[in-house]
């Protein structure tokens, strides 16, 4: 078995990739424990040690942390399409070893065995390796590497 596709790296498929991963990464949720501590320490540097500029240096950081998290989606898009590989062509293949993409500026290789988990969302798959997730738009995929990707995804 041998079946491949061509499909183009743009800002469409960056946002369904970014939509469609982010409930199973490990960024969906901002982290409180970090506000909470620079939170805490400028409240301590405002009222205990009354050096405000460290306090208002804390608060900052806060704000620039609760910034980054409300727009995570456009500056991950927006970093994705600044990268080399935006707009390229990009080929994935399926075989009997497992999951190769490879466009100009980057390949990768997943063996079935390396794939823990094949997840199906809405608009595509997430491959999770070990070493990190691989998503795949269902648009871009032929009924074959469906079925083939449904048929290990129960195994």
Not at 14 to 29: G, I, M, T, V, W
Not at 58 to 68: D, K
Not at 128 to 150: F, P, R, W
Request: hydrophobic content about 40%.
């Amino acid at each position: 078995m041998s079946l491949s596709i061509t499909y183009t790296l743009d800002k469409p498929y960056y946002y369904e990739c970014f939509d469609e991963s982010l409930p199973y990464s490990s960024q969906a949720k901002p982290k409180y424990p970090l506000l909470v501590l620079l939170i805490s320490l400028g409240l301590l540097a405002f009222y205990m040690l009354e050096n405000h500029y460290l306090g208002s240096f804390m608060f900052m950081l806060a704000i620039v942390e609760c910034l980054s998290f409300y727009y995570k989606r456009p500056w991950w898009v927006t970093r994705q399409m600044l990268s080399r590989a935006s707009g390229s062509e990009v080929t994935v293949s399926f075989d009997d070893e497992g999951v190769k993409a490879e466009n100009p500026y980057k390949s990768y290789q997943l063996s079935w065995q390396q794939i823990n988990e094949i997840i199906e969302t809405e608009q595509g798959y997430i491959l999770k390796a070990d070493k990190g997730m691989q998503y795949l738009s269902k648009q871009a995929l032929n009924e074959a590497m469906t079925t083939v990707l449904n048929k290990r995804a129960t195994q």
